[in-house]
């Protein structure tokens, strides 16, 4: 075989500057190589390409190629953005779905409480008719025991009674101290309403901190507080009277006046704000506690004036007297 290279690159301008190796196979039994310039080969470099950039079709299969990899480069790049888009909508979409299912778990737990409460409140007022019932049928079976008159004596019996019952009714004594009385009803409001509203005033600087009690909002919510926490007071020495065992009236004392106070506050508050946030329901919540706290204040401080003798409850004589 005989080998034909240019070892001359020099020799050559522009890109086709390189090394020319042409191999041709004969007959003859020599491996030697020649070596050969490339000029001896008569090719003229410079008109090739000057030839190839002056050819339309060569200059427009460069424009499509160029425009086949500006075209490619535009798909991948939107491909890209299509997917980077499909993800964040995935991902909001993920946290809205968690955000509704929490607060539809926090309603569906509001109305089940508000459910059992209506229950115990309806068990209750079943109990208290059996009570009355038996208390009639024991009156029935101790006129039918006299032999008297039955249905009349009972009847007598109850007009007497609601006759002389007067201004307490019948379980309390018709010789009270209504002047004492009201006394002891001024000193329990006072006490409520003083012992409530500064127990809670922390509670009620907590809604607005930058202001204190020179904010107008500030100094009506605390005329409220002073003012419910005073009918509390007088109330809450009628409702309970001697009965200091009794945990479930007191309970139920400061819940009635706790949870309309707070559950006022709540449905103002809902009413203003965006009622699809969670954070929206933890604040009417705080709010609802916030109201049973404060009147609970003003219970514990009234127990204490009736363990100090400082108050006296209601009457001021006992049942059985």
């Known amino acids: 075989s005989s080998r034909v290279a240019s070892r001359h690159p020099a020799s050559i301008p522009g890109p086709l500057r390189g090394v020319i190796l042409v191999r041709a196979s004969s007959s003859s039994s020599s491996d030697a190589d020649d070596v050969v310039d490339a000029d001896d080969l008569g090719v003229d470099v410079d008109a090739i390409k000057s030839m190839l950039e002056s050819n339309p079709t060569v200059r427009a299969q460069e424009a499509l190629i160029a425009g086949e990899a500006r075209n490619a480069a535009s798909l991948r790049v939107d491909a890209d953005l299509a997917e980077a888009r499909e993800k964040l909508a995935m991902e909001y979409g993920g946290r809205a779905q968690s955000s509704a299912e929490n607060l539809q778990t926090t309603q569906e737990k509001a109305l089940a409480e508000l459910e059992a409460k209506s229950e115990a409140v309806l068990r209750a007022e079943a109990k208290m008719n059996a009570i009355a019932a038996e208390r009639e049928a024991l009156a029935r079976e101790m006129d039918a025991a006299r032999g008297g008159g039955g249905e009349n004596n009972a009847m007598n019996a109850s007009s ?76 809450y020495r009628y409702a309970v009277r001697d009965d200091f065992g009794n945990d479930q009236l007191k309970g139920g004392v400061v819940g009635a006046f706790g949870l309309t106070r707070g559950l006022g506050a709540a449905d103002v508050f809902l009413h203003g704000s965006d009622a699809s946030a969670l954070e929206t329901w933890a604040q009417a919540a705080l709010l609802v506690g916030e109201g049973v706290l404060v009147f609970a204040f003003a219970a514990v401080a009234l127990e204490a004036g009736f363990k100090s003798g400082a108050l006296r409850a209601f009457p001021m004589k006992k049942k059985n007297a």
């Open 160 to 235: 007497s009674s609601s006759s002389s019952s007067g201004k307490w009714g019948s379980t309390v004594a018709s010789d009270v101290d209504e002047d004492a009385e009201r006394v002891e009803s001024g000193k329990a409001g006072a006490l409520a309403a003083l012992s409530g509203t500064l127990l809670s005033s922390p509670l009620l600087l907590s809604q607005s901190p930058s202001a204190g009690f020179g904010n107008p909002v500030a100094l009506q919510s605390v005329a409220g507080v002073l003012v419910s926490c005073l009918v509390f007071g007088v109330t």
